[in-house]
């Protein structure tokens, strides 16, 4: 129904990827892989280990190339772009957060935010500043905007691994099980956060979790085992969510 | 455009804040090497000087003589008789020809700047007793002076060289027992002689040339040696005393006369200098090899510690190029505040030098200059040199694979 739609944030069109291709050791791991996420959908990539999730997440993410098989992101085919390209595409259109904290230790909570900005255009200007203070605002961590990131706690690094993810104003951003590392209050926290993100930004998501709490608080919910698509499905979001994080959302 | 953006700058200098410990060690191990180069070529720059100068200071740098008489068989070989035997003949003491021209000719070449024409031949300095064999040197001193910085080394008196005056040098003063104002007897084998007035004594620094050297007119050395109106030599100093032997060669080749330049004269002393030069080259290629080794090993293991970040930075839009800059960054400012560092230690060594290279009597034992292009030609080496140490390290982490090194 949604194939009339030029403009998918997302389309990957069976996708393959195989470790060491045309060796006697190939490995293919994902088998044909399709999967089309429209604008300000947010979906979860659940799955049991080793099915495949991450693989997906960092071809979608461009990291990785795909052995057959075309990812078209904001309409643009990536299957023939070459190194910088795909950098400049993924800079300007994907937002990563990663399981572990992946801030930059020797930056502060700002200058991690900025950073995405300042890699892709090169030079520093005042109004980077202002859309880093603006989003740590709007991930409650205003306060600490000059704090070193390697002093904050783990549920506030993930929030300023948010704003980061979104500094740049990305159409889709892939988070890789974002609430891992964390105990069941940050978690939710940071959660939270995600979702109204996606509500006030309209901002793309697709999260790979293991948490079922989390994939049934989720939009829709895709099933991936071993290298394929099992279940694609839409969900209601648990109603009772919503009054859970109101209860312990603050603490985050 | 952005070929090396403050992302790169800014990125770099946080990099390298970070591993403190490491980037500080780095730092003085490039400071200390560039410290033995500043100190090192700076001493050898000063000390070839003061050897050319001592050296060079009595003999003009290229000295054109009359070609050497050559026996001459009557019969040439394969006519029938071969001469078995040919004596070389003596060389007689006699003029180069048509000297005027010649000196004339000399003096439009490009890179001469002073000639002199020069009567030189053996005589004795009788004083009472006292008999000494001496090189009798005729000059004519408005130019001769130009050549050899005789007034420098005038210790007493002057260079004063009359018809019937003599400028002796301090050992053959105290061997004839002779003063200023003083008169002695100038002979030849010839059997002329001269009554002459010391007017000056020189000190060369050399016994045997202070010993053995006597300057007089060029007239009367015309006089005493048989040789009226010529002239045994012409003597020349160019602008480039490196270039010498060239020049003389240029000299030989217009006026077929033999042209001697120092080098050749001075064979083992400009050997001397050149073994000096190739091995302080020598020196200076290692310690920076060893700095630029040192550079490279700090960064390629900053590479594997921060690989993380560097997967981290890829993730969020940053180009293989800009991780490439980012690290030979690193590698330049390592080198440029090394070699800053250790221009500054380079210049204290050198005044601890000054203050320890002393001859007995407190003079210092040569003097030592510092060129400041010295500084500028290290920094901007020390830079280019880290910058490519840096290159290994920064290739390796440009092309790290950003899924694997999140992943760390």
Redesign the interface.
């Known amino acids: 129904m949604d194939k009339g739609k030029p403009l998918s944030v997302l389309r990957v069109m069976d996708v393959h990827k195989a470790y060491a291709p045309n060796t006697p050791v190939e490995l293919e791991v994902l088998h044909g892989i399709n999967l089309v996420l429209e604008h300000g959908e947010f979906t979860a990539l659940i799955g049991p280990s080793g099915s495949g999730k991450s693989t997906l997440l ?1 071809l979608i ?1 461009l ?2 190339t795909p052995t057959r098989g075309e990812i078209i992101i904001d309409g643009r085919q990536t299957g023939k772009l070459n ?2 390209d795909l ?2 595409l ?3 259109s994907i937002g ?1 957060v ?1 399981q572990y904290s ?6 502060t909570a700002a200058e991690n935010v900025r ?2 900005l ?7 200007d005042v109004e980077m500043n202002r859309t880093a203070e603006t989003l740590l605002g709007q991930v409650g961590l205003e306060p600490w905007k000059d704090h070193m990131a390697s002093d904050l706690s783990g549920g506030q690094q993930q929030r300023v691994a948010i704003a ?1 993810a979104l500094a ?1 104003q990305p159409a889709l951003i892939l988070a890789d099980e974002p609430t891992g590392n964390l105990d069941t209050r940050a978690a939710d926290g940071v959660f939270d956060l995600l979702r109204s993100v996606n509500r006030t930004l309209g901002t793309t998501f697709l999260i790979v979790t293991h948490d079922p709490r989390l994939a049934v608080r989720c939009d829709r919910i895709v099933e991936l085992v071993d290298g394929r698509i099992v279940s694609d499905r839409p969900n209601q979001p648990a109603p009772h969510a919503s009054s859970e994080i109101a209860a312990t959302g603050a603490a985050a | 455009m952005n070929r090396f953006a403050p992302f790169e700058w800014i990125a770099a200098i946080r990099f390298m804040r970070e591993g403190l410990i490491q980037t500080s060690l780095i730092i003085i191990g490039v400071a200390l090497g560039v410290a033995v180069i500043v100190f090192m070529s700076a001493l050898l720059a000063s000390l070839q000087t003061n050897l050319f100068r001592r050296t060079l200071s009595f003999q003009a740098q290229i000295v054109v003589n009359p070609p050497e008489e050559v026996a001459r068989p009557q019969r040439e070989p394969g006519e029938g008789a071969i001469a078995a035997l040919v004596q070389p003949r003596s060389q007689r003491l006699k003029s180069v020809d048509q000297w005027q021209k010649v000196r004339s000719q000399i003096e439009r070449l490009p890179d001469v700047t002073d000639v002199t024409p020069v009567v030189s031949g053996p005589g004795f300095a009788i004083r009472g007793d006292a008999n000494k064999a001496v090189t009798i040197t005729g000059v004519e001193p408005e130019t001769y002076l130009r050549v050899i910085a005789l007034t420098d080394k005038i210790v007493a008196g002057k260079v004063g060289v009359g018809t019937s005056e003599i400028v002796i040098g301090t050992e053959l003063a105290k061997d004839l027992g002779a003063a200023l104002d003083d008169k002695l007897r100038l002979a030849t084998a010839s059997g002329a002689a001269e009554t002459l007035t010391v007017t000056g004594i020189f000190d060369f620094g050399n016994k045997g040339i202070n010993e053995r050297n006597v300057y007089i007119s060029l007239r009367t050395a015309q006089n005493l040696l048989d040789l009226v109106g010529g002239v045994s030599s012409i003597e020349l100093n160019v602008r480039d005393p490196f270039q010498a032997e060239t020049v003389a060669q240029t000299i030989q080749a217009l006026t077929a006369l033999e042209a001697d330049s120092w080098i050749r004269t001075n064979a083992q002393f400009f050997s001397a200098l050149s073994a000096q030069t190739l091995s302080n080259n020598f020196i200076r290629f290692f310690v920076g090899l060893t700095a630029a080794l040192g550079i490279a090993s700090v960064l390629v293991v900053s590479v594997v510690q921060k690989s993380r970040e560097i997967g981290i930075l890829r993730a969020m839009g940053t180009t293989q190029g800009q991780v490439l800059r980012l690290f030979l960054v690193q590698g330049a400012v390592v080198g440029l505040v090394g070699s800053l560092f250790g221009s500054v230690l380079g210049f204290l060594f050198l005044n601890l030098w000054r203050d320890i290279a002393k001859n007995p009597d407190g003079t210092p034992l040569f003097v030592v200059t510092v060129d400041p292009m010295l500084f500028v030609a290290t920094a901007a080496g020390a830079t280019l040199v880290g910058t490519l140490a840096a290159m290994v390290p920064a290739r390796r982490a440009a092309k790290l694979n950003p899924v694997v090194a999140i992943r760390g």
Request: with cysteine; net charge positive; aromatic share 14%.
């Open positions: 960092n993410g990291l990785d190194d910088q950098t400049r993924r800079g300007r990563f990663f992946c801030l930059l230790p020797e930056f950073m995405p300042l890699a892709n255009r090169g030079w520093p980061r740049m």
